[in-house]
């Protein structure tokens, strides 16, 4: 049986990755299998730089889309798919590997994944997750410092120059186009809670059809 398919996106530093880590909590991995597009990225000598030599990650072609696309359609054919963690380019990081396993529920998360057209028309349900410019500046901050090694001057300059034109044109276009908008202003509980007992619900609609046929 096919998966039933979820996309996630929002802007860099509105919660997708909280959002999914703690979603992840009440299924196992036989209920729910999540691909994150930051582990398709290419390598660093084939991103694009701008007018100051600076690398910019927040464009489609930053992707490796093809191969994206493969895993996918692997996953949803019922085979298990490994691939190498992309580490940012940190040096204290080490790339560990990744195992997806095929699951009912396949969750997708992702910048730019409504602007892909072959990966949106595989959507069942599109999520999107926002939050104020303000604070997403101040999560993204936060986060590239911690866990990507980056100077708080390098952050600002690509949120300036990358991060925030990226998604005034690849990302925001797709609000309206959305199935469920949540907010994470304040935090995301009310959201989360929706979204889980709905896969709850597909789930139970799976497992059904599935224990009749074996009866």
Same mark, same amino acid.
């Given at each position: 049986?096919? @998966? %039933?398919?979820?996309? $996630?996106?929002?802007? /860099?530093?509105?919660?997708?990755?909280?959002?999914? !880590?703690?979603?992840?909590?009440?299924?196992?991995? +036989?209920?729910?299998? *999540?691909? /994150?597009?930051?582990?398709?990225?290419?390598?660093?000598?084939? !991103?694009?730089?701008?007018?100051?030599? *600076?690398?910019?990650?927040?464009?489609?072609?930053?992707?490796?889309?093809?191969?994206?696309?493969? =895993? &996918?359609?692997? $996953? $949803?054919?019922?085979?298990?798919? &490994?691939?190498?963690?992309?580490?940012? +380019? +940190?040096?204290?990081?080490?790339?560990?590997?990744?195992?997806?396993? @095929?699951?009912?529920?396949?969750?997708?998360?992702?910048?730019?994944?409504?602007?892909?057209?072959?990966?949106?028309?595989?959507?069942?349900?599109?999520?999107? *997750?926002?939050?104020?410019? =303000?604070?997403?500046?101040?999560?993204?901050?936060?986060? =590239?410092?911690?866990?990507?090694?980056?100077?708080?001057?390098?952050?600002?300059?690509? %949120? !300036?120059?990358?991060? /925030? @034109?990226?998604?005034?044109?690849?990302?925001?276009?797709?609000?309206?186009?959305?199935?469920?908008? *949540?907010?994470?202003?304040? +935090?995301?509980?009310?959201?989360?809670?929706?979204?889980?007992?709905?896969?709850? !619900?597909?789930?139970?609609?799976?497992? &059904? @059809?599935?224990?009749?046929?074996? /009866?």
């Amino acid at each position: 049986m096919k @998966p %039933y398919i979820i996309g $996630i996106t929002g802007g /860099s530093g509105s919660g997708k990755t909280s959002f999914i !880590q703690d979603l992840r909590k009440h299924f196992t991995t +036989n209920e729910l299998c *999540i691909i /994150s597009m930051d582990e398709y990225y290419h390598p660093l000598k084939q !991103q694009k730089c701008d007018e100051h030599g *600076i690398e910019n990650f927040d464009l489609p072609e930053s992707f490796d889309l093809a191969s994206m696309e493969t =895993d &996918l359609a692997r $996953i $949803i054919a019922g085979e298990q798919v &490994l691939r190498q963690e992309y580490v940012f +380019n +940190n040096p204290q990081s080490f790339a560990k590997s990744i195992t997806y396993d @095929p699951a009912p529920i396949l969750l997708v998360e992702g910048l730019f994944l409504f602007h892909f057209p072959s990966i949106r028309r595989m959507l069942d349900l599109k999520v999107f *997750i926002h939050a104020k410019e =303000d604070l997403k500046i101040i999560r993204r901050i936060k986060r =590239d410092g911690a866990e990507r090694n980056y100077p708080i001057s390098d952050v600002l300059y690509r %949120y !300036q120059h990358h991060v /925030s @034109p990226a998604f005034d044109r690849y990302i925001k276009p797709f609000y309206d186009e959305s199935d469920l908008i *949540i907010t994470n202003n304040q +935090n995301y509980e009310n959201g989360l809670t929706v979204l889980r007992a709905y896969i709850q !619900q597909i789930l139970k609609k799976q497992v &059904l @059809p599935q224990i009749i046929s074996r /009866s």
